[in-house]
């Protein structure tokens, strides 16, 4: 099992945190949202925090994942150099109100970002 811590710490503070605790099943789960709103270098704290990431969290504010402010170009160049292999969740908004579809074109670009298929 796997504990991953979501803050809005810098990637120095929470390497700081992760060892004093000295455990490896405690990591950190990633938002890029919240690292981009605290002013983070977000590539640059992912490779800092590297293996230490459980998880990511997509979010780009109340607008559709690539519109708002998150760079998500970087973002995914960071999570392949990283060799991450695991779950990217998506807190992603409802800008047309059509849950289905908002849905469908936030996925359909994390797959594009991703160069998977659709």
Do not use: C
Not at 13 to 36: C, E, F, P
Not at 68 to 93: H, M
């Amino acid at each position: 099992m796997i504990l991953g811590i979501e803050n809005t710490l810098s990637a120095r503070q929470n390497l700081d945190i992760l060892a004093r605790i000295g455990h490896d099943s405690v990591r950190i789960y990633y938002d890029v949202g919240n690292s981009t709103g605290m002013g983070y270098d977000v590539p640059a704290e992912i490779r800092q925090l590297s293996d230490k990431i459980a998880i990511f969290h997509f979010k780009d504010g109340p607008d559709y994942l690539g519109e708002g402010k998150v760079k998500y170009a970087p973002i995914a160049e960071a999570i392949r150099a990283i060799n991450y292999q695991g779950w990217i969740v998506l807190e992603t908004s409802n800008p047309s109100k059509d849950r289905i579809a908002d849905t469908k074109r936030n996925a359909a670009f994390i797959r594009k970002l991703f160069g998977l298929g659709s």
